[in-house]
């Protein structure tokens, strides 16, 4: 069962802010190429120099990123930049932005899940995680006992209950906040606190009975939850079910919302030249047929009307091709793991078992050193021309139904297999987790 609870969250003080435009960030693993110096030039109290503080010279295991961090947080408690909600509330969070030329609005609401193993099925993951964020982020936990950001979860709810019922609740309401994030400018950031206890009962019962809850984004910071969670239990016997640190703050969106998006992460090889890409096209023939095209345009256009195919798009020294599978019942021969079919017919699986590590030779362990994910895919094609990639992978989005597929059997995801769109940002609200707080 996935139990939700309001929280008083901690916000940023709005006699002190009119917009947060200037404190809010995107989520501190978004937070790279640059933009962290951008976030810290907006203003003193950006999020982000708690969730990413930088790292400065002497730092050592009583001065560094994460005891800034905590000084921080409560420096602005203090200061009245941040302040503690009255009440117990559920926050509805809408993004509103435009993809492909059509306008869309992700419809999401923010509440404390109580943390579940991911063996007993109410929440299940999609991706595969890595240690070193794990450790970075138990350690921001551990000095602060604050959620400073989301989790990103998808929950099912095909006729899209919980929405209507939040929807009611904010009718004829202007948000409490009304953003526009530094690096997705584009998107809209809209929050209200909804307290009536009658709406929080009512969305509270409709998410009782749902299971199979999956992460969207946010593997790493609900994982250390989970061991923050444990940590806490071991030092704290006595606390009561309701404790905070049982809690993780939650950013929910229902699997059938129309706003739902997921965008590419595009694939450029760099620093290899062990495969040309000549050679690769050839040796991908065996598999593929493939299909030469005029520019990017026809390439995505020929892959999104192919993707059912498994076409990947392919950019080398100037020019485009498709890749489209040739026999998808080859897959059970040429992917020898142990997995079931959804994850084996994934593009992304496809891409990498067949033509990174079976055409192109870049085994598993080389993929950090060798490959660069992309969003902005003119970027990667950008670092081909310039001469500091080799050459480029084109993907269609993965679809919903198949992060479903894959999860509800168990299977986590290839990383960097899913995209949602717009992120989730840091900032709005705060949840705190500390041994004297109570939920519920």
């Given at each position: ?8 969250g ?28 951008k ?13 990413k ?21 409560y ?13 117990p ?18 419809k999401?609401?923010?509440a ?18 890595l ?18 950001e ?27 906040v009304d953003?526009v ?27 009782r ?10 593997h ?32 929910l ?25 000549d ?6 023939a065996?598999?593929?047929?493939v ?7 026809a ?6 009307r ?17 890749l ?8 059970d ?37 060798k ?29 919903i ?24 940002i ?15």
């Amino acid at each position: 069962m996935a139990e939700i609870c309001p929280f008083r969250g901690v916000r940023y003080n709005p006699a002190r802010f009119s917009k947060l435009d200037v404190v809010v960030s995107q989520p501190y693993d978004r937070v790279r190429y640059g933009l962290q110096e951008k976030y810290y030039e907006l203003s003193p109290y950006n999020i982000v120099r708690i969730i990413k503080n930088k790292e400065e010279p002497g730092d050592d295991e009583h001065h560094n990123v994460y005891t800034r961090a905590r000084d921080h947080y409560y420096q602005w408690l203090n200061e009245g930049i941040l302040v503690r909600e009255a009440q117990p509330a559920l926050y509805v969070y809408h993004q509103e932005f435009t993809i492909n030329g059509v306008q869309r609005v992700r419809k999401a609401f923010i509440a404390a899940l109580k943390l579940v193993e991911f063996d007993e099925g109410t929440v299940l993951p999609h991706e595969r995680t890595l240690a070193g964020p794990k450790i970075d982020r138990l350690n921001l936990l551990r000095a602060t006992a604050t959620n400073f950001e989301l989790v990103f979860m998808l929950y099912p709810d095909p006729e899209n209950r919980v929405n209507v019922l939040l929807d009611a609740a904010i009718a004829d309401r202007a948000p409490e906040v009304d953003a526009v994030e530094l690096y997705e400018k584009d998107v809209r950031q809209k929050m209200w606190v909804v307290t009536d206890p009658k709406t929080i009962q009512a969305v509270q019962a409709a998410m009782r009975p749902k299971r199979n809850l999956i992460i969207a984004d946010g593997h790493h910071r609900y994982e250390t939850s989970l061991n923050y969670r444990n940590e806490m239990r071991t030092a704290y016997p006595d606390a009561p079910p309701n404790a905070a640190f049982n809690y993780r703050a939650v950013a929910l969106v229902s699997m059938d919302d129309p706003g739902l998006t997921i965008l590419p992460t595009h694939r450029e090889v760099h620093d290899y030249d062990v495969v040309p890409a000549d050679v690769l096209l050839e040796r991908a023939a065996s598999y593929f047929e493939v299909i030469p095209v005029a520019d990017q345009t026809a390439c995505l256009e020929l892959m999104a009307r192919r993707r059912n195919e498994h076409a990947i798009g392919f950019y080398a020294a100037g020019k485009y091709h498709v890749l489209v599978l040739r026999d998808e019942s080859l897959l059970d021969q040429l992917i020898t793991e142990a997995r079931v079919a959804a994850w084996k017919r994934l593009d992304v699986t496809i891409l990498h078992k067949l033509l990174i590590e079976g055409v192109a030779g870049i085994d598993d362990h080389l993929l950090e050193q060798k490959i660069r994910y992309h969003r902005d895919l003119q970027g990667a094609v950008d670092n081909v021309d310039r001469g500091e990639g080799e050459y480029v992978f084109l993907l269609n989005p993965t679809r919903i139904g198949e992060v479903k597929a894959c999860s509800t059997q168990g299977e986590k995801m290839p990383q960097k297999s899913t995209d949602f769109y717009p992120k989730m940002i840091s900032g709005l609200v705060i949840c705190p987790v500390n041994a004297d707080e109570t939920l519920c």
